[in-house]
């Protein structure tokens, strides 16, 4: 199925949670903030939320720096 993740295109299985979505992004544990067709998807909800056909998913990260 296709998704839309921080603006690409990206082809994924069929059933990809939120937390699957998340580890091909980024490998921190912390500070990462989802958002799934403009809904916050809260952290416990990850590894349930299941992904669906042209989904928009946005992964953010806190970047540290000044």
Sequence with gaps: MKVM??????????GMTVAQAVRTLTEAH?????????????RGAWETTA??????????????GG
Excluded: F, K, M, P
């Design 51 to 64: 992904l669906r056909d042209s989904d928009r998913v946005e992964v953010l990260t806190a970047v540290q």
């Design 30 to 42: 912390s500070g990462v903030a989802v958002a799934v067709n403009d809904e916050v998807v809260t």
């Design 5 to 14: 993740i921080n603006g690409a295109a990206r082809e994924v299985a069929e």
